[in-house]
């Protein structure tokens, strides 16, 4: 389902990243929630694909899906 979401202790200290490059999935979250669009982000990262963009969302998609939030 999202095979390229990478965990290595090594790289990035094991945080989630894109294809094991130094790309956390993070970093992608964040530039689409600050209103970028894909174009923008694949000009910030030119190693990355569009599906690398679909992935992350997707990841962090599946991480809140079952979140129990307490007001």
Known sequence: MFDRITFDPKIMGGRACIRGMRIPVSVI???VADGASFDE???EFPSLERED???AL???A???RD???VS
Request: glycine share 6%.
């Open 53 to 55: 963009i679909r992935q």
């Open 41 to 43: 982000v694949l000009q």
């Open 29 to 31: 979250i964040a530039h």
């Open 67 to 69: 979140e129990i939030i």
């Open 62 to 64: 599946a991480l809140t």
């Open 58 to 60: 997707g990841y962090a």
